[in-house]
């Protein structure tokens, strides 16, 4: 197993390396030697590199047709740099991620954008662990070295800063961060908004995000407004903090058909039987009555997206349009040993709107 400490030197080698690299010709055999590694045969264009490092061999990805609009003048689109292969179980592969990221915060200092991917990159659709997509980026001009969560382990890959940045604005799905004071905002790509119940993306994304929250450190607070009743009331809390996904649940202002016992027949616990008086997460739900524990990295069930749905539609939200994210979901601040750091965040693969 790769150490912290060599895991930060690993980065910063691929980030010095890295600038002012041209990924055409003979740009990336020049990358390859001053790395110190051994340009090997591959497959499907795809180049081995030899490493000598503990989690094996890298690759460097060709650019193909379905990266081409993302890509337009490189041969090669990334290099991916597998960092350490944990055993499969998603505590395992959760933690070590963390402990990655963690340790290149240390080195590198704040990622530039951090969140939760979705299926689709600019490589097209891509296979990635079913417990969660989580990445960090690092931004260093026109090179961005990014941590990824791969099918064996978490992976360190430098890509062309343009490709993804690109590749997002016009067509990204997911979630993500945005350090603020950076001066590298980005725009979120514009898409149609859900309108039907049925085109909420919501199970996938509560189904990831305690795996996501715990192996990036960026918790979650997002509200979500029945803008199509009366004055708008706070109808759900979603909190995941530390890789535990709650959900509470309001009841103020909604129809009859969502209070009390029918709240209840929706699927909803009553929170003192989830969280006592006197447990320290109890504060940040008020008089909350209703809370669901919907469990932790690889244990939450997507189904409970299905109880949000139901409910909003009993207290009276017409159309999936009429459910909102607070605002206040989109500043987002982590708390680690060098301070507290700010992002904005943004949730373009939910595709609803935010009040």
Same mark, same amino acid.
């Given at each position: 197993?790769? /150490?912290?400490?060599?895991?930060?030197?690993?980065?910063?080698?691929?980030?010095?390396? &890295?600038?002012? +690299?041209?990924?055409?010709?003979?740009?990336?055999?020049?990358?390859?030697?001053?790395?110190?590694?051994?340009?090997?045969?591959?497959?499907?264009?795809?180049?081995?590199?030899?490493?000598?490092?503990?989690?094996?061999?890298?690759?460097?990805?060709?650019?193909?047709?379905?990266?081409?609009?993302?890509?337009? /003048?490189?041969?090669?689109?990334?290099?991916?740099?597998?960092?350490?292969?944990?055993?499969?179980?998603?505590? %395992?592969?959760?933690?070590?991620?963390?402990?990655?990221?963690?340790?290149?915060?240390?080195?590198?200092?704040?990622? %530039?954008?951090?969140?939760?991917?979705?299926?689709?990159?600019?490589?097209?659709?891509?296979?990635?662990?079913?417990?969660?997509?989580?990445?960090?980026?690092?931004?260093?001009?026109?090179?961005?070295?990014?941590?990824?969560?791969?099918?064996?382990?978490?992976?360190?890959?430098?890509?062309?800063?343009?490709?993804?940045?690109?590749?997002?604005?016009?067509?990204?799905?997911?979630?993500?961060?945005?350090?603020?004071?950076?001066?590298?905002?980005?725009?979120?790509?514009?898409?149609?908004?859900?309108?039907?119940?049925?085109?909420?993306?919501?199970?996938?994304? +509560?189904?990831?995000?305690?795996?996501?929250?715990?192996? %990036?450190?960026?918790?979650?607070?997002?509200?979500?407004?029945?803008?199509?009743?009366?004055?708008?009331?706070?109808?759900?809390?979603?909190?995941?903090?530390?890789?535990?996904?709650?959900?509470?649940?309001?009841?103020?202002?909604?129809?009859?058909?969502?209070?009390?016992?029918?709240?209840?027949? +929706?699927?909803?616990?009553?929170?003192?039987?989830?969280?006592?008086?006197?447990?320290?997460?109890?504060?940040?739900?008020?008089?909350?009555?209703?809370?669901?524990?919907?469990?932790?990295?690889? &244990?939450?069930?997507?189904?409970?997206?299905?109880?949000?749905?139901?409910?909003?539609?009993?207290? &009276?939200?017409?159309?999936?349009?009429?459910?909102?994210?607070?605002?206040?979901?989109?500043?987002?601040?982590?708390?680690?040993?060098?301070?507290? %750091?700010?992002?904005?965040?943004?949730?373009?693969?939910?595709?609803?709107?935010?009040?």
């Amino acid at each position: 197993m790769i /150490s912290s400490a060599e895991v930060g030197v690993v980065a910063r080698n691929l980030a010095d390396a &890295g600038s002012g +690299l041209r990924w055409s010709g003979e740009g990336p055999r020049e990358l390859v030697g001053r790395l110190g590694w051994e340009w090997a045969d591959g497959s499907d264009g795809r180049v081995r590199l030899v490493t000598a490092l503990p989690g094996g061999d890298a690759t460097l990805v060709p650019v193909d047709a379905r990266a081409r609009p993302w890509a337009r /003048s490189q041969e090669y689109l990334e290099l991916v740099v597998p960092v350490s292969r944990p055993a499969a179980e998603v505590h %395992t592969q959760v933690e070590e991620f963390r402990r990655v990221a963690d340790a290149l915060r240390q080195e590198l200092g704040n990622a %530039t954008y951090i969140g939760g991917n979705s299926r689709s990159s600019p490589t097209g659709h891509r296979l990635a662990p079913s417990w969660g997509r989580p990445f960090l980026r690092w931004r260093r001009g026109a090179t961005s070295l990014e941590l990824r969560a791969g099918e064996a382990g978490p992976e360190l890959v430098l890509q062309a800063s343009a490709v993804w940045e690109s590749w997002y604005q016009q067509g990204g799905d997911g979630y993500v961060g945005v350090l603020q004071g950076a001066g590298l905002e980005l725009d979120h790509p514009r898409r149609e908004y859900a309108g039907e119940w049925d085109e909420l993306a919501l199970g996938g994304f +509560l189904q990831m995000l305690p795996a996501e929250v715990r192996a %990036t450190g960026l918790a979650q607070s997002m509200p979500l407004y029945g803008c199509s009743i009366g004055d708008g009331p706070l109808l759900f809390a979603i909190d995941c903090r530390d890789g535990r996904l709650l959900i509470g649940y309001t009841e103020a202002g909604v129809a009859e058909a969502a209070r009390g016992e029918r709240a209840a027949a +929706l699927g909803w616990t009553p929170i003192e039987e989830t969280l006592p008086s006197d447990h320290p997460l109890r504060p940040q739900f008020g008089c909350t009555p209703w809370l669901i524990d919907a469990g932790g990295p690889g &244990g939450v069930d997507g189904a409970v997206a299905d109880v949000i749905v139901r409910t909003a539609r009993a207290a &009276g939200v017409a159309s999936a349009s009429g459910l909102r994210i607070g605002g206040e979901a989109e500043h987002v601040v982590i708390e680690g040993t060098t301070g507290h %750091t700010r992002y904005r965040i943004g949730f373009p693969g939910l595709r609803m709107r935010t009040c």
